[in-house]
T-cell receptor, first 114, second 113 residues
Framework: QKEVEQDPGPLSVPEGAIVSLNCTYS??????FMWYRQYSRKGPELLMY????GNKEDGRFTAQVDKSSKYISLFIRDSQPSDSATYLC??????????????FGQGTILTVHP | DAGVTQSPTHLIKTRGQQVTLRCSPI?????VSWYQQVLGQGPQFIFQ???????GRGNFPDRFSARQFPNYSSELNVNALLLGDSALYLC????????????FGPGTRLTVL
């Protein structure tokens, strides 16, 4: 079983829709949670990160973390065609021997059509 | 400010050969991490370096090695290439105190024939 599970999709929505992207994880030591966006043939771009449980909002993006359920979500409001990309969740254990190691999900392919 | 830069952009090698990939972090960033991303998968952690010292190693064979230079740039070396090493190799840099903000370069696409 992978430490981080993410539905690869693909997910196709109309412009203006609210998009919900999700990941589950098994390692209870994960404390920091990130969302990256990756356009085709580009490197991942950090969207936002959160610590422990709770919500964080940045413009049209909202990240939620529920540590009790080991479940994280990213919501995109008023989705635009330019949001079409692969969305990757990533997590980090603050302890251990690999301080900066990020563990990624498989990525969800999102297409927003006009 | 310039972001993370990586070279070369693309590389084609044959099985058994050796390859060196290069990364320059964002100015002021002292930590560099390397990831391998196979098509259709998320990136997998290979190494992390901070102040020229290895701070973490992922589950990769000894054919993979890396180093960081005094100017904080880094090289990833892969020996005895296998077909399965074909992937996008990503470099990420982060500020001294914040591993949560890792900024990725565009990657080097390695094809092994």
């Amino acid at each position: 079983q992978k430490e981080v599970e993410q539905d690869p999709g693909p997910l196709s929505v109309p412009e203006g829709a609210i998009v919900s992207l999700n990941c589950t994880y098994s390692n209870s030591a994960f404390q920091y949670f990130m969302w990256y966006r990756q356009y085709s043939r580009k490197g991942p771009e950090l969207l936002m990160y959160t610590y422990s449980s709770g919500n964080k909002e940045d413009g049209r993006f909202t990240a939620q973390v529920d540590k009790s359920s080991k479940y994280i979500s990213l919501f995109i409001r008023d989705s635009q065609p330019s949001d079409s990309a692969t969305y990757l969740c990533a997590m980090r254990d603050a302890g251990g021997t690999s301080y900066g190691k990020l563990t990624f999900g498989q990525g969800t392919i999102l297409t927003v059509h006009p | 400010d310039a972001g993370v830069t990586q070279s070369p952009t693309h590389l084609i090698k044959t099985r058994g050969q050796q390859v060196t990939l290069r990364c320059s972090p964002i100015s002021g960033h002292k930590s560099v991490s390397w990831y391998q991303q196979v098509l259709g998968q998320g990136p997998q952690f290979i190494f992390q370096y901070y102040e020229k010292e290895e701070r973490g190693r992922g589950n990769f064979p000894d054919r993979f090695s890396a180093r960081q230079f005094p100017n904080y740039s880094s090289e990833l070396n892969v020996n005895a290439l296998l077909l399965g090493d074909s992937a996008l190799y990503l470099c990420a840099s982060s500020p001294t105190s914040g591993y949560n903000e890792q900024f990725f370069g565009p990657g080097t696409r390695l094809t092994v024939l």
